[in-house]
């Protein structure tokens, strides 16, 4: 069964980087058949997909975010990150990780817990 | 506002059925496959329905999807208690080469 767990500082300052990473386990991130999703919803709100990343690492950002997002994979922790760059209070929201298989089109098939992160001085 | 339009809330009594819609465009509902996700409260969304009208290993049959040009919905058939949570649906956008989702439909069991 395939877990993703996301890690990272739950507290940013405006106009720093925030950085999340995403563990995955029950399965290797290397596989050629996944990409690999950052999605977030500030309280209240829907639901916005970030961006994602292939194990090739080629990547598609959301171009309302594009500027300042990069996403990364590291596949000898079996882990892919986020970073978003000047963050305003606008940022503060639950960040999922998810993974997103490149055939068959199934969706977004597993999700993790979400992590909050809160932008404030 | 989200690029898929839900309303914003829906009710029905226990063993109803109720139906969410969800509004889109060529580029996304009208060229590609569409996905319904629960969020129960405090949770991580969860895959309800993909390829407009599969649904994953575990997920009762009461929960089905239609999609027609470039609208869909999802129907609740035998409505129980466990079933307030909220519904989002989303789809592959061409015109941005990536995920967009409707801004999610508040399901009370009243």
């Known amino acids: 069964q395939v877990q993703l767990q996301e890690s990272g500082p739950g507290l940013v300052k405006p106009s720093q980087t925030l950085s999340l990473t995403c563990t995955v386990s029950?399965?290797?991130?290397?596989?050629?058949?996944?990409?690999w999703s950052w999605i977030r919803q500030p309280a209240g709100k829907g639901l916005e997909w970030i961006g994602r990343i292939y194990t090739s690492g080629s990547t598609n950002y959301n171009p309302s975010l594009k500027s300042r997002v990069t996403i990364s994979v590291d596949t000898s922790k079996n882990q892919f990150s986020l970073k978003l760059s000047s963050v305003t209070a606008a940022d503060t929201a639950v960040y999922y990780c998810a993974r997103d298989p490149a055939s068959g089109n199934p969706g977004l098939d597993y999700w993790g817990q979400g992590t909050l992160v809160t932008v404030s001085s | 506002q989200s690029v898929l339009t839900q309303p914003p809330s829906a009710s029905g009594t226990p063993g109803q059925r109720v139906t969410i819609s969800c509004s889109g465009s060529s580029s996304n509902i009208g060229s590609n496959y569409v996905y319904w996700y629960q969020q129960l409260p405090g949770t991580a969304p969860k895959l309800l329905i993909y390829?407009?009208?599969q649904r994953p290993s575990g997920v009762p049959d009461r929960f089905s999807g239609s999609k027609s040009g470039t609208s869909a919905s999802l129907a609740i058939s035998g409505l129980r208690s466990e079933d307030e949570a909220d519904y989002y649906c989303?789809?592959?956008?061409?015109?941005?080469?990536?995920?967009?989702f409707g801004g999610g439909t508040k399901l009370t069991v009243l």
């Open positions: 029950g399965g290797s991130i290397s596989s050629s058949s996944y990409y």
């Open positions: 989303a789809a592959w956008e061409d015109s941005l080469s990536g995920w967009v």
């Open positions: 390829r407009n009208n």
